[in-house]
């Protein structure tokens, strides 16, 4: 059916760092066009699925997809939204396996600590952001685009629920392009982590406010900012030359046009967070139970917000891959 290929991790030219053999049965494939791209030392973008899979409603969710990897495309870079299908991990997802993920009636949700279990078991979801990089990392792609990431829940110094994301930073070295931490989560306490991690994090833009996902201020700063392309691209390869082995996040916050009502967002956001706590929601269940409230809440208003956000930070990630494949020494 596809021609699946297997990437190893020892990385030197990109040639060496490519070993290829059909393996139909191995549990992690490389579609053909990531390969080639990857062969090729061309941009790739990696996507992850969980917010296809958790993060908005069919069939918004395969339309953010589909737009995505469009734009990605614009951009000169090769997009590689990384998934799990029957327990086969898949780089570079195309529409019919896209569409798979947006429509399974009961999708699992993969971070880090569930790849085995779904290998194992045969499961089909979306990886989460900690589950992407990881993977990302493993075929040798820099670049990673996502809408938020996760962080410190509310509460989290009592609960201990704290995003896989957050250690993955830490360990993984791939840039992540998000629009900040939403403010379901502990934004204060989710950067303190992200410092403790020893995680880069730089604003897009003439700016250091740090960005709440929905609204392009958050309340709290970011350590550093990055005017534009060119200089996340040089801090990226600076990142790089130290081989300092963690990752680094590049906050881009939600253009203008489209950021929601702060106030009607934060309200909807508090509405859910009472819900979920008096319905006993918890682990990795609360982020996609407050997606979907705030989303029901505000009657699609984040939702729109959501996918235009996540398609801001696909084309800046796919110009940021560009330009670190123009101006590698
Ligand atoms: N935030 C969103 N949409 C999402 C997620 C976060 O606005 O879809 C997903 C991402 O995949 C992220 C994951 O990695 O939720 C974090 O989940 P948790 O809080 O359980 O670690
Ligand atoms: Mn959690």
């Not at 990696?46 to 969710?61: Q, V």
Request: charged share 20%.
């Amino acid at each position: 059916m596809f021609r699946f290929l297997y990437l190893t991790r020892k990385i030197k030219s990109p040639l060496a760092r490519v070993r290829c053999f059909s393996c139909n049965s191995d549990v992690i494939k490389v579609q053909n066009a990531v390969k080639e791209a990857l062969l090729q030392n061309k941009p790739v973008l990696a996507l992850e699925s969980t917010i296809i899979t958790h993060g908005m409603p069919y069939p918004d969710n395969l339309q953010m997809a589909l737009s995505v990897e469009k734009i990605v495309h614009e951009h000169c870079a090769t997009p590689a939204t990384i998934g799990m299908v029957d327990g086969h991990i898949i780089t570079g997802m195309g529409e019919d396996m896209l569409k798979r993920l947006a429509t399974h009636p009961s999708p699992v949700k993969l971070s880090r600590r569930d790849l085995a279990v779904g290998c194992s078991k045969q499961l089909t979801g979306g990886t989460t952001v900690s589950a992407t990089m990881l993977l990302a990392h493993k075929f040798g792609i820099d670049i990673f685009a996502t809408g938020g990431i996760g962080g410190v829940h509310l509460l989290g110094q009592e609960s201990m629920d704290i995003s896989a994301d957050l250690r993955e930073l830490g360990q993984t070295p791939i840039t992540v392009v998000s629009a900040g931490v939403k403010s379901i989560l502990d934004i204060g306490r989710t950067l303190e982590y992200l410092e403790t991690e020893g995680v880069t994090v730089a604003t897009f833009g003439n700016t250091k406010d740090f960005p709440a996902f929905f609204t392009r201020k958050s309340g709290f700063k970011s350590p550093y900012c990055v005017s534009g392309i060119t200089e996340a691209a040089e801090l990226i390869q600076s990142h790089q030359k130290l081989k300092l082995g963690s990752g680094m996040l590049i906050a881009a916050p939600i253009p203008k046009e489209f950021k929601a009502s702060g106030t009607k967002i934060e309200n909807s956001i508090k509405l859910a967070q009472q819900e979920a706590s008096s319905q006993g929601i918890q682990g990795k269940e609360v982020t996609p139970f407050i997606l979907r409230r705030v989303n029901d809440i505000t009657k699609g208003e984040s939702l729109k917000s959501n996918i235009q956000l996540m398609l801001n930070n696909a084309k800046i990630g796919a110009q940021i891959a560009r330009e670190l494949k123009t101006t590698r020494t």
